[in-house]
Nanobody, 123 residues
Framework: QVQLVESGGGLVQPGGSLRLSCVASGRPFSSRGMAWFRQAPGKERGLVAA????????AYADSVKGRFTISRDNAKKSVYLQMNSLKPEDTADYYC????????????????WGQGTQVTVSS
C-alpha cells in the first residue's frame, strides 16, 4: 500500500515557475516507477512526465518537453516536477502516481494516486 501527497501547486503568471512535490508513505517506493499526470476541466487525465524506479529513465509529454523536469529522491520517498516557462494551457490539476512496475508510461499500470494539486497559470 502506498499513500501519495502532493504539494506545491498554486497561481502563477505566464512564464513563471513552480515546483511540485509528492511524498510517499508505505512501501515499496524505490522499486516503483513514478509519474505526474494532469487533468484540465473537461479533459481526460494525461501523462505529463514519468521516471523509472532508480531515475535513470524519463519520458515527457511533447507539450512540456524542454520546460518540465521530473526527478526523484528515493531516500526521501519523494518525486518532484519542476515546471518552468509555464503557459495558460498548463492550467490543470496535477496528480502524482505510483506504478506497479519499475518503468511504464501506461496509465493502466499506475496503481496509486494522490489527491492532486491545482496549478493555475494566469495573468
Amino acid at each position: 500500500q502506498v499513500q501519495l501527497v502532493e504539494s506545491g501547486g498554486g497561481l502563477v503568471q505566464p512564464g513563471g515557475s513552480l515546483r511540485l512535490s509528492c511524498v510517499a508513505s508505505g512501501r515499496p517506493f524505490s522499486s516503483r516507477g513514478m509519474a505526474w499526470f494532469r487533468q484540465a476541466p473537461g479533459k481526460e487525465r494525461g501523462l505529463v512526465a514519468a521516471i523509472s524506479s532508480i531515475g535513470g529513465r524519463t519520458a515527457y509529454a511533447d507539450s512540456v518537453k524542454g520546460r518540465f523536469t521530473i526527478s526523484r529522491d528515493n531516500a526521501k520517498k519523494s518525486v518532484y516536477l519542476q515546471m518552468n516557462s509555464l503557459k495558460p494551457e498548463d492550467t490543470a490539476d496535477y496528480y502524482c502516481a505510483a506504478a506497479s512496475t519499475d518503468w511504464t508510461t501506461s496509465f493502466s499500470r499506475y496503481d496509486y494516486w494522490g489527491q492532486g494539486t491545482q496549478v493555475t497559470v494566469s495573468s
